[in-house]
């Protein structure tokens, strides 16, 4: 059986972005590379609609992170987490290293932290940066960002971060039209690459604070070592992914073939018909309604099912997905819906859900899960 990876991230890689990874590598300087380097850059920064700078750069979602506050913080600067799961709190952790002075707002596994509670956190104190996850890859729920942006814009000194990394090309994002100031993601979730690149978009509000911090103590991630080369990648400063980025411009090719629109409506109508089907087979989806993302989904077990077994047999039967992560584990198990995933895809991971839960021994109406797929695709 081939194994669909269906975990929310590697996700599954089609042949003509696998084609480009597996091209013989040329000189990081030559000419033709240069080319498409600099292609992909203009592309990004239309496609996600900032006046300012995009950055692709060897690494993964993790060092975007750190990018995206090593530029617009320094020691003893007031930070705002806004976290609705495991990878918000990550920025703890993160930032308390850095020497900032973190407040948290934290939302219940499943929902989301109210733009309300955000605002009156932010007439409290000046702060100088912000950071909200836009789906929580821990429990599938998807933050109100635009609606964040629109507070955002009465706080100037706000540096407004979205980790967009279990989102981006997934879920719709316009930085500058929605107040976002960086915005960041790596290549393998929704744009369908093999893991290796952190993309990073930052408009002028982020671009200014960097500057005004003058030298910062991080190297490698510097937005400044890094905007003469994005700008002119015949210049060297650490040695780019070549391969990496050619993938990564096929997949921008791919998203502009589907249309970016089509794309985020494909997200919608797929990430609903995945969910119905899933509830009408018993299990439960962890977002509460109305703020579930559209990339992933955290689907709780109906009981008398055993988390490990589960997973076990899926992989037998060809779909690898992920655990739970925190007080989550054995709970339930995490399904990627994003990227370049056909409907041919979508029903063979329900098939192999309901021959999984037949395996099992569970019972339930045999084909009531492919029956509610069909109807909602
Ligand atoms: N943020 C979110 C929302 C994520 O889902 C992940 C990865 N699952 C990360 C950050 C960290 O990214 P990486 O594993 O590529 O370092």
Redesign the pocket.
């Known amino acids: 059986n081939k194994k669909l990876v269906m975990i929310?991230?590697p996700t599954p890689t089609i042949r003509s972005i696998n084609d480009q990874m597996g091209r013989e590598t040329v000189a990081f300087g030559d000419p033709e590379f240069v080319k498409d380097y600099k292609e992909l850059i203009i592309d990004l920064k239309e496609m996600f609609k900032v006046d300012g700078e995009c950055f692709v750069v060897a690494g993964?979602?993790?060092?975007a992170?750190e990018m995206a506050i090593s530029n617009v913080t320094k020691r003893g600067d007031n930070v705002l987490i806004v976290s609705n799961g495991f990878?918000g709190d990550?920025f703890i952790d993160l930032c308390e290293r850095k020497g900032l002075n973190v407040d948290v707002l934290s939302a219940p596994w499943g929902e989301v932290v109210s733009p309300e509670t955000i605002e009156s956190k932010l007439k409290e104190k000046n702060y100088a940066a912000m950071t909200v996850?836009h789906?929580?890859?821990s429990t599938g729920a998807c933050a109100p960002i635009e609606e964040i942006g629109k507070i955002i814009k009465n706080y100037p000194d706000t540096i407004y971060i979205v980790?967009g990394?279990?989102a981006t090309a997934g879920e719709r994002e316009y930085v500058d039209d929605m107040g976002i100031d960086i915005l960041f993601t790596?290549s393998?979730?929704a744009f369908g690459v093999a893991?290796g690149l952190a993309l990073l978009w930052a408009g002028q509000k982020a671009l200014s604070r960097r500057k005004s911090l003058g030298t910062i103590p991080e190297f490698y991630i510097d937005f400044e070592k890094w905007i003469p080369i994005m700008n002119d990648p015949s210049k060297y400063f650490a040695t780019p992914a070549v391969n990496m980025v050619w993938a990564l411009k096929e997949s921008v090719r791919v998203i502009n073939e589907e249309g970016i629109e089509a794309r985020y409506d494909r997200h919608i109508r797929v990430s609903k018909a995945i969910q119905s089907a899933l509830e009408s087979l018993g299990f439960k989806i962890l977002a509460k309604e109305g703020n579930r993302g559209t990339t992933l989904s955290n689907v709780l077990y109906p009981e008398g099912i055993n988390d490990a077994e589960f997973r076990k047999i899926m992989a037998e039967e060809g779909a690898m997905v992920a655990g739970g992560l925190a007080a989550y584990a054995g709970k339930l198990f995490r399904l990627g819906h994003m990227g370049n995933i056909d409907d041919h895809t979508v029903y063979s991971v329900i098939a192999v859900i309901e021959r999984t839960l037949i395996k099992l021994g569970y019972k339930y109406e045999k084909g009531i899960g492919l029956k509610t797929l069909l109807e909602n695709m």
Do not use: E
């Not at 993964?60 to 060092?63: L, S, V, Y």
């Open positions: 929310p991230g993964t979602g993790t060092m992170m990878f990550r996850t789906v929580d890859t980790d990394v279990a790596a393998q979730k893991p």
